[in-house]
Nanobody, 121 residues
Framework: QVHVVESGGGLVQAGGSLRLSCAASGSIFSINRMGWYRQAPGKQRELVAS???????NYADSVRGRFTISRENAKNTVYLQMNNLKPEDTAVYYC???????????????WGQGTQVTVSS
């Protein structure tokens, strides 16, 4: 069984910063990609940023230059440093882990429960 747990959300004023953390644990054989998605009310879930085990990154255009994703592979942990936050960044942020579990035969996606980020104007 695999567990994905996020932390670090909260309320911040526009222009402020927050750092999200996500740790994957349990029956993990290898992790391919870890990343962050977000979903605002009435909108579809969208990719914010992701990083492969080889450190290749992908960012949504709306956050590039403001958000930075990083990983600690030895801890199966990914971080999202969010700077210069804007009200439109308000959403529930979900951690996604793409991995192979012990006993698994293919890559599968695992999701955290989500953490709320609210940016006031």
């Amino acid at each position: 069984q695999v567990h994905v747990v996020e932390s670090g959300g909260g309320l911040v004023q526009a222009g402020g910063s927050l750092r999200l953390s996500c740790a994957a644990s349990g029956s993990i054989f290898s992790i391919n990609r870890m990343g962050w998605y977000r979903q605002a009310p009435g909108k579809q879930r969208e990719l914010v940023a992701s990083m492969t085990s080889g450190s290749s990154t992908n960012y949504a255009d709306s956050v590039r230059g403001r958000f930075t994703i990083s990983r600690e592979n030895a801890k199966n942990t990914v971080y999202l440093q969010m700077n210069n936050l804007k009200p439109e960044d308000t959403a529930v942020y979900y951690c996604n882990t793409n991995l192979v579990s012990f006993g698994g035969q293919r890559l599968a996606d695992y999701w955290g429960q989500g953490t709320q980020v609210t940016v006031s104007s």
